[in-house]
């Protein structure tokens, strides 16, 4: 083995001895892509991956260098065919982005750029904060107010949710454990999982979590919200945190804000809003009145990587109280200490605000995709996504093949295929099958859940690249597919 001498002898480095035919490939990764994406919608939306690719993949810890094209070969032959495919016209499922051109450069710029964005006086910091700035503007949120960008929707909760459990009491040094009151959380039957593990790992506990029913409309039902604060105070427990859906996973549905910000203040209860896609439909005339609350929230999570169209990975949090936000989180360790000039000056670190100290440049994706297209851009593709879902329940509607089950509230439509002589289970199998063709036949890319014991398709329009003759296509090929599997001869 080479001692310590010999090494420093040859140093070596990642950086390319050839940086001519490192140039050469990274302009072919970059036609590749602007290529793939060109011409997204000639592929079907989605395509099983077969056993070889699988294999290919899942290699020895590659101890040896390969020729940098043969790398990028293999990507082109057994990880790009492959994809999710929520880039595609045609993909509705779960809730998911499609992303942009423009944002995927942006994020090789960033990563090339590659600035830890926690810490210092450099450009990321101040782009950062002008991105926080903007998304409050964007939802009237106060200006005062602070925000983090954190991975997603669940972490923006989680953040939420330590920020309302740390008001109540000296939590950070204390623990729950500090707490005389049992902690009690509220929010409706139809909630995301993240805010139940939210609740696991903050300590609060899920049996301290209160479901409220919902209605026919999947909107939590507030005589019953009033009923079970009433009787956890009468036990001698805190209720602390009022969690309010603005766009449910499974419908869409936006819960009554208004009466659930009206409890919050007479109860003296933190009021959070999980808005992962639908606080941005706040966006659009349309739903100005009933988002109206969002801008007395206490704290309001929501995703850029739906409802904004950007790349994996970007959500935000706000908080309207400054100072119980960076309570939660803020300190100073000898390492980061803040200076009066070079690099460690600069504005107040952001692991203040959150749980992460290394950041990445996120928000340099949001900030070129803003400038470059404007703000309206995404108002309009917001309207338009609602618009195209409307149209939707429509044709399912009109179509006798199909129950559309419950009616369209926003930007979510979930729908099945009916049959005479079938009852709900033999429904359930065949509107489980018709997915699954969809799906591998290449057509459509929905997704489904099940409501009131129905097994429903689901599609959730986040999608900038879809056109409503997309959805007229996927009526037919539902009712084609449906009528194909329940009709035996
Ligand atoms: C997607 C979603 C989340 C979770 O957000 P991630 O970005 O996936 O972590 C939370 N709540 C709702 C309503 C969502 O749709």
Redesign the pocket.
């Known amino acids: 083995m080479e001692d310590f001498n010999q090494i420093l002898e040859k140093e070596t480095t990642l950086d390319p001895q050839d940086w001519s035919q490192m140039r050469a490939i990274a302009h072919t990764m970059v036609d590749d892509m602007m290529n793939y994406l060109e011409t997204v919608a000639e592929r079907p939306s989605w395509q099983p991956m077969p056993q070889s690719a699988k294999d290919a993949i899942r290699q020895p810890l590659p101890e040896q260098p390969m020729e940098l094209e043969a790398v990028y070969n293999r990507f082109k032959t057994n990880i790009l065919p492959y994809t999710k495919g929520n880039i595609h016209p045609r993909f509705t499922a779960w809730?998911q982005g499609t992303g942009t051109p423009l944002a995927m450069m942006a994020d090789m710029l960033a990563s090339g750029m590659n600035p830890n964005t926690t810490i210092g006086e450099h450009a990321a910091m101040y782009v950062d904060k002008q991105v926080i700035d903007w998304c409050k503007e964007l939802l009237d949120f106060p200006s005062e107010a602070t925000g983090m960008l954190v991975s997603?929707?669940?972490i923006a909760?989680i953040t939420g949710i330590i920020v309302a459990r740390n008001s109540f009491g000296n939590i950070r040094a204390e623990g729950l454990q500090g707490m005389t009151q049992k902690m009690i959380m509220y929010c409706s039957a139809e909630t995301?999982a993240?805010i139940m593990k939210a609740a696991e790992v903050t300590g609060i506990g899920g049996n301290n979590v209160r479901k409220i029913n919902v209605g026919s409309d999947f909107r939590m039902q507030i005589a019953h919200l009033e009923a079970l604060i009433a009787e956890d105070r009468a036990a001698g427990y805190l209720p602390f945190c009022i969690v309010g859906?603005a766009?449910?996973?499974n419908t869409g549905a936006i819960d009554p804000l208004d009466d659930i910000l009206n409890i919050c203040q007479r109860e003296k209860i933190w009021f959070h809003i999980?808005g992962?896609?639908g606080a941005l439909a706040k966006l659009t005339p349309e739903y100005q009145t009933q988002l109206k609350a969002l801008e007395q929230a206490d704290s309001v999570a929501f995703?850029l990587?739906?409802w904004m169209y950007m790349p994996y990975e970007v959500?935000c949090v706000l908080f309207k109280n400054p100072a119980l936000h960076r309570a939660a989180f803020g300190g100073q360790p000898s390492y980061l200490l803040s200076h009066e000039r070079g690099i460690a000056a600069g504005p107040d670190p952001l692991t203040n605000y959150g749980m992460e100290l290394s950041r990445g440049f996120k928000a340099l994706k949001v900030y070129l995709s803003l400038q470059h297209h404007g703000a309206q851009a995404f108002r309009d593709l917001i309207r338009q996504n609602i618009a195209q879902s409307f149209y939707l329940g429509e044709l399912i509607v009109q179509d006798a093949d199909l129950e559309l089950v419950t009616p369209v509230s926003c930007n979510v439509v979930c729908f099945r295929f009916i049959k005479d002589g079938f009852d709900n289970e033999a429904l359930n199998i065949l509107n489980k099958e018709i997915l699954m063709e969809l799906h591998e036949r290449g057509l459509h890319v929905p997704s489904s859940t099940i409501l009131d014991g129905k097994y429903v398709i689901r599609c959730a329009n986040v999608n900038h690249r879809l056109r409503k003759t997309d959805y007229d296509a996927l009526v037919e090929d539902v009712v084609k597919i449906g009528k194909e599997l329940s009709t035996f001869s």
């Open positions: 809730v997603g929707g669940s909760n995301h993240c859906n766009g449910t996973v999980d992962a896609f995703d990587h739906k959500g």
